[in-house]
């Protein structure tokens, strides 16, 4: 089960105007459960009169090897929001020597190194999991090679270009490096402009030979995941060789199809080995009403994005307003995410050990 401890803060980088990382030290004690897969994030919490508030970010340092101990720091980067209630937190009031409450690492957007040819499409912050992914690659297996496609706005706005940069001067001939600006010109590389479908659908044969790439890596804002997602697939890419994670999504963003909920349902759910039924109230979600009633469930975003609320449907129907979080086969194996699921049945179980 996922737990929070408190880490020390032990530097505070800024990368842009806007953005920071945020080095966090972890204890001995403590380095095992710390331990990571690379493009895991964390969650972190804070009180505000009151009221909890947690924020997912991931961890863009290299993951630990396996043999070697648990990492003994952690590093994330953090990008303002506006009005953000966390990441206005992180840039403005993060001292050296601050405690953040963290959570141990969950995610499934990861890569295990092995041999072969990888590929990642980013926008923004998304490079984040993505470094990790990178770096721990990189260094761990000579036979992987890795093509980065990055998105951003401005060069002045680009996270962790020294990091990148470092990592292409390390692997030369390993890390093929696509940088494209969509609102500023480039004294060399690709014309500016944004990384929609049409766009990749001609870019990316003209970069590397698709189909012998064994993993696709697409992360950032809901539009370029959709649109590299649509230009793969259009380019026939198995849709199990593409894995995806979504920073930020529209109010807009399609939903589930709304149906009717019976007038009493309750929730049974399984969590750290222990069991309870509870009344879900109306209009309720699954994982609100685990909450009531188990303050340690797992959860960070409530939105459908994250995937750290994951639960496997064991009996009843329910639905899912949003999924931004888990793959097709997880669905399909009977996987939900608590914090979107509304029961269809009067009766629901969930195991979150699963």
């Known amino acids: 089960m996922a737990r929070f401890h408190p880490l020390p803060v032990a530097a505070v980088d800024r990368l842009t105007d806007d953005s920071v990382a945020l080095t966090l030290t972890v204890p001995s004690e403590l380095r095992e459960e710390y331990r990571h897969t690379p493009g895991q994030h964390l969650a972190l919490r804070r009180r505000v009169d009151g009221t909890e508030i947690r924020r997912t970010y991931s961890i863009c340092s290299p993951a630990p090897d396996p043999a070697d101990e648990g990492p003994g720091t952690l590093r994330v980067g953090v990008r303002l929001v506006d009005g953000g209630a966390f990441s206005t937190y992180a840039l403005k009031e993060i001292n050296l020597g601050d405690e953040l409450e963290v959570m141990t690492p969950a995610g499934r957007f990861t890569l295990e190194p092995a041999p072969?040819?990888?590929?990642?499409?980013?926008?923004?912050?998304?490079?984040?999991?993505?470094?990790?992914?990178?770096?721990?690659?990189?260094?761990?297996?000579?036979?992987?090679?890795?093509?980065?496609?990055?998105?951003?706005?401005?060069?002045a706005s680009t996270m962790f270009l020294e990091e990148v940069a470092d990592l292409k001067d390390r692997y030369p001939e390993r890390l093929q490096l696509v940088t494209v600006l969509s609102r500023e010109e480039q004294q060399a590389g690709l014309p500016s402009g944004r990384l929609d479908s049409e766009r990749l659908t001609g870019l990316l044969p003209?970069?590397?030979?698709?189909?012998?790439?064994?993993?696709?890596f697409l992360c950032g804002p809901y539009g370029l995941v959709q649109g590299a997602e649509k230009a793969l697939r259009g380019l026939g890419v198995d849709r199990a060789r593409i894995h995806q994670e979504i920073f930020h999504v529209d109010a807009g963003s399609p939903g589930a199809v709304i149906v009717s909920a019976p007038t009493h349902?309750?929730?049974?759910?399984?969590?750290?080995?222990?069991?309870?039924?509870?009344?879900?109230?109306?209009?309720?979600?699954?994982?609100?009403?685990?909450?009531?009633?188990?303050?340690?469930?797992?959860?960070?975003?409530?939105?459908?994005?994250?995937?750290?609320c994951r639960a496997f449907?064991?009996?009843?129907?329910?639905?899912?307003?949003?999924?931004?979080?888990?793959?097709?086969?997880?669905?399909?194996?009977?996987?939900v995410l608590a914090c979107q699921s509304h029961p269809v049945t009067e009766k629901v179980e969930l195991d979150f050990d699963r």
């Open 206 to 216: 003209a970069l590397l030979p698709v189909e012998r790439v064994a993993g696709w």
């Open 116 to 155: 072969g040819l990888y590929a990642a499409v980013v926008g923004g912050s998304g490079i984040t999991p993505v470094l990790s992914i990178v770096s721990t690659l990189l260094a761990r297996d000579p036979e992987a090679r890795f093509c980065l496609i990055r998105s951003d706005r401005t060069a």
């Open 313 to 335: 449907l064991v009996s009843g129907q329910v639905r899912m307003d949003r999924n931004f979080a888990l793959e097709t086969e997880e669905t399909e194996a009977g996987y």
């Open 265 to 308: 349902s309750t929730v049974t759910a399984r969590l750290d080995g222990r069991a309870g039924t509870w009344p879900v109230g109306e209009g309720e979600s699954l994982l609100e009403t685990v909450l009531r009633n188990r303050p340690d469930a797992p959860y960070a975003c409530k939105g459908g994005v994250c995937g750290t």
